[in-house]
DNA sequence: TCAAAGAATGAATCGGTGTTCACTACTTGC
DNA sequence: GCAAGTAGTGAACACCGATTCATTCTTTGA
């Protein structure tokens, strides 16, 4: 024998993973995922395309890779705000509110995530986190059922419901111009009065 | 001069873009806008694939009729239902149960319709008709605000979240998987409360 | 220093579709 | 029937980006 991969090496290849996949999360930030070529990606993340292949199968697995971890981290954000003690309803406007601020402030990646048009692969993995936002807000209609703060209804259906408003109110309009703030206390007002939380 | 375009040349020309238009509505209905190549639109229509470019400078424009013929026929149901006399949320709920139901009947048609990824000259369509749809629910948020039915809210921005609710509660699920008809009056009842009808 | 093995490269390949166009078939008016 | 002009054809082309792979560059342990 003479090479064998060692600890240095690891930590090169890992950190070059980290920089394609960062390289393409920026791209799908800043032009979406339409154009974003493996070459593209590979340009930003200084290595040859073919390199690309040495850390993924192919490119759905890298984008989905980059859905994911995006995504994740966007769900993650309003879970926490909505875990927060208060009532239903507080708890609600603040999941909305967090929502809605974080994909005014990068549009673009919003509507990569939510709405945009993705290969089958990538498609997957976004219809498994559009489960996860369906999942947290089916839980706080739970909450709110349980304690009688809420009126009777399916949670599931409600929750994605809820989801669907919140994207089509925020997300698709952002794609075509420009962001208006106005429309989130609008919005939370839709979301709570839609679930039948009082205030 | 030798050759005049008759009469019943054109009515041959017309049947034969009509069959056109009728067969890639067909395909989109049962397989989705993804995999329906010119050719094999061609092929349901009975006519070589050039032919399809006599009638149509591109894939683009085809696609675009189709879309926008088989949209403003489900608008149209909707805003018939919804013309008809009654209160605010009488009409809200008959708007909400035509277009549950017109999905319902034809969910992979209402896919490729509302959420389904496709061309930007198509998309653009798209985009005409969603402003369709916000426009014909912020007409009934109009009346309802005017007729103090409905508590003060941004006719815009709740009608958008309602399309939204709609197309994510309806049309997606049923993308992957089968219909639920129970989510009907789930969905009319979402709706109702989400713009603040009483009943 | 050197051989062995892996890592990196990027030009070439490949596959899939929209589109074209040289050609055939048909229609028309004389 | 015939010439002029149009409609119809479908194989060939063009394009584009994902993927491959023969080659070069690095790293390793002796």
Redesign the interface.
């Given at each position: 024998m003479a090479y064998r991969r060692t600890a240095a090496v690891q930590e090169r290849l890992d950190a070059t993973r980290i920089r394609i996949v960062s390289a393409a999360h920026d791209l799908v930030a800043e032009h979406g995922y339409a154009g974003c070529s493996i070459a593209l990606v590979a340009g930003a993340a200084e290595v040859a395309t073919g390199s690309v292949y040495r850390h993924f199968p192919d490119k759905g697995a890298l984008f989905a890779e980059v859905f994911r971890t995006s995504t994740q981290r966007e769900v993650d954000a309003v879970a926490a705000a909505s875990a927060l003690p208060g009532t239903v309803a507080q708890r609600l406007s603040r999941a909305v509110e967090t929502f809605a601020h974080r994909a005014l402030a990068s549009p673009r990646l919003a509507y990569a995530l939510i709405a945009e048009?993705?290969d089958p692969r990538v498609?997957a993995e976004r219809?498994a986190y559009?489960a996860a936002w369906t999942d947290l807000f089916a839980g706080l209609v739970d909450d709110g059922l349980a304690s009688g703060e809420l009126p009777g209804?399916?949670p599931r259906?409600?929750a994605?419901?809820?989801?669907?408003?919140?994207?089509?109110?925020l997300v698709?309009?952002l794609h075509?111009g420009s962001a208006e703030p106005?429309?989130v206390p609008?919005?939370t007002?839709?979301?709570t009065?839609?679930?039948?939380a009082s205030s």
């Amino acid at each position: 024998m003479a090479y064998r991969r060692t600890a240095a090496v690891q930590e090169r290849l890992d950190a070059t993973r980290i920089r394609i996949v960062s390289a393409a999360h920026d791209l799908v930030a800043e032009h979406g995922y339409a154009g974003c070529s493996i070459a593209l990606v590979a340009g930003a993340a200084e290595v040859a395309t073919g390199s690309v292949y040495r850390h993924f199968p192919d490119k759905g697995a890298l984008f989905a890779e980059v859905f994911r971890t995006s995504t994740q981290r966007e769900v993650d954000a309003v879970a926490a705000a909505s875990a927060l003690p208060g009532t239903v309803a507080q708890r609600l406007s603040r999941a909305v509110e967090t929502f809605a601020h974080r994909a005014l402030a990068s549009p673009r990646l919003a509507y990569a995530l939510i709405a945009e048009p993705v290969d089958p692969r990538v498609e997957a993995e976004r219809l498994a986190y559009r489960a996860a936002w369906t999942d947290l807000f089916a839980g706080l209609v739970d909450d709110g059922l349980a304690s009688g703060e809420l009126p009777g209804q399916d949670p599931r259906v409600s929750a994605a419901a809820a989801v669907g408003a919140m994207a089509q109110a925020l997300v698709v309009p952002l794609h075509h111009g420009s962001a208006e703030p106005h429309v989130v206390p609008e919005l939370t007002a839709f979301i709570t009065r839609s679930l039948g939380a009082s205030s």
